[in-house]
């Protein structure tokens, strides 16, 4: 079982900008990728960007150019910079842990952390 806590969200101005952390803790041998999603109210869950253990970075077109994921793979942890935030941008941002092992031969689940609500006021 791996444990995701997420920290960082708040309300901010258009224009602003914030740091989300994620922390994964428990029974870790890896995490191959990490993630943020996020969920605007009646809205589907969206990737945002994700990294994997390499360093590999994807992100949504919506958010190129203005948000930037890192890691700390030592710490199990992964970072969101948001920078030059929107109202669009307002939702609930979740932390996603995938391809986790225990061990080398035992594979977990993906976890998904509480969330945490980014509000952006214009």
């Known amino acids: 079982q791996v444990q995701l806590v997420e920290s960082g969200g708040g309300l901010v101005q258009a224009g602003g900008s914030l740091r989300l952390s994620c922390a994964a803790s428990g029974s870790i041998f890896s995490i191959y990728v990490m993630g943020w999603y996020r969920q605007a109210p009646g809205k589907q869950r969206e990737l945002v960007a994700d990294?994997?253990?390499?360093?590999?970075?994807n992100y949504a077109d919506s958010v190129k150019g203005r948000f930037t994921i890192s890691r700390d793979n030592a710490r199990n942890t992964v970072y969101l910079q948001m920078n030059s935030l929107k109202p669009e941008d307002t939702a609930v941002y979740y932390c996603?842990?995938?391809?986790?092992?225990?061990?080398?031969?035992?594979?977990?689940?993906?976890?998904w952390g509480q969330g945490t609500q980014v509000t952006v006021s214009s």
């Open positions: 990294i994997t253990s390499v360093g590999i970075t």
């Open positions: 996603n842990a995938g391809a986790i092992r225990a061990s080398q031969a035992t594979w977990l689940k993906d976890s």
